[in-house]
């Protein structure tokens, strides 16, 4: 069992940063690889980024890529979310969600634990 707690979302002006933080709870956080999903009003859940056990590797979706950073610290079992050049079209729930899957998962389904969502509102 693995508990998730995002924090560091609020409201920023659009080409604004926020870094969006999420703890996890257990002993095992380095046997998980870590996500980072969002959700608009009306709108599916999406993949945002995802990030290797070990940190070494990091995959983001289009939209985000060269704006987000995915990153994590295994010591404070932690993953973050650096966000920059935010767009009002960024704005969404942002949750963070474990994998004990070995391959890069982009999809909701290949994730087994998730955190309680934490929001982000861009305004233009």
């Known amino acids: 069992q693995v508990l998730l707690l995002e924090a560091g979302g609020g409201l920023v002006q659009a080409g604004g940063s926020l870094r969006l933080s999420c703890a996890a709870s257990?002993?095992?956080?380095?046997?998980?690889?870590m996500g980072w999903f969002r959700q608009a009003p009306g709108k599916e859940r999406e993949f945002v980024a995802t990030?290797?056990?070990?940190?070494?590797?990091?995959y983001y979706d289009d939209s985000v890529k060269g704006r987000f950073t995915i990153s994590r610290d295994n010591a404070k079992n932690t993953v973050y979310l650096q966000m920059n050049s935010l767009k009002p079209e960024d704005t969404a729930v942002y949750y963070c969600?474990?994998?004990?899957?070995?391959?890069?998962?982009?999809?909701?389904?290949?994730?087994?634990?998730w955190g309680q969502g934490t929001q982000v509102t861009v305004s233009s």
């Open positions: 969600a474990a994998t004990s899957r070995i391959t890069r998962v982009v999809v909701r389904e290949g994730y087994d634990y």
């Open positions: 257990g002993r095992t956080f380095s046997s998980y690889a």
């Open positions: 990030i290797s056990r070990n940190g070494a590797v990091a």
